[in-house]
């Protein structure tokens, strides 16, 4: 049995354009490379057609990921969703240090379309999994590396 993979409209179709670029573009110069490597003569002793068999097996193995992927995903759209104030999945969240006063927002996304330095983390990170459920106004504490960190949640946007 499959589990459903969560992800948000924009990682979607980010996955689908990964696929087709390497379906339409990729894979057919990987197989031209392969043909063009072979005319070359003794395969045993030749590196281009292991290096372009080696990308064929690096991508043909991504083109299964992401399939397999978006054949369990699971999308959601939370700009469709009325906004309670409460944190779930696909919500940006602001959040202050109480400590510091420090103010920090995060995209609660897939884990592949996590990025920190774009804002984004995933459904699995600490700090995700600390604040899921939560909703505006509410303080939570969240375990870091440097122990454990109080933090506000001042802005919940469904967008």
Do not use: W
Not at 52 to 61: D, K, S, T
Not at 110 to 125: H, P, T
Not at 152 to 158: D, L, N, R, S
């Amino acid at each position: 049995m499959s589990t459903q993979v969560p992800m948000t409209v924009k990682g979607a179709e980010a996955l689908r354009e990964e696929l087709n670029e390497l379906k339409t573009v990729v894979r057919p110069r990987i197989v031209a490379d392969i043909a063009s490597a072979r005319e070359h003569g003794d395969l045993k002793e030749n590196a281009e057609y292991h290096a372009a068999r080696e990308q064929q097996g690096f991508c043909e193995g991504r083109i299964q990921e992401i399939e397999a992927k978006l054949s369990n995903v699971q999308i959601i759209d939370v700009t469709k969703m009325p906004n309670t104030g409460k944190v779930i999945f696909g919500t940006t969240v602001t959040i202050v240090n109480c400590d510091t006063d420090d103010e920090t927002t995060y995209h609660i996304v897939g884990e592949d379309e996590a990025d920190i330095k774009k804002g984004k983390i995933s459904i699995g990170s600490p700090i995700a999994r600390g604040l899921i459920g939560k909703s505006l106004d509410d303080v939570v504490t969240i375990t870091t590396p440097a122990g454990n960190v109080e933090f506000e949640i001042i802005e919940v946007q469904y967008i």
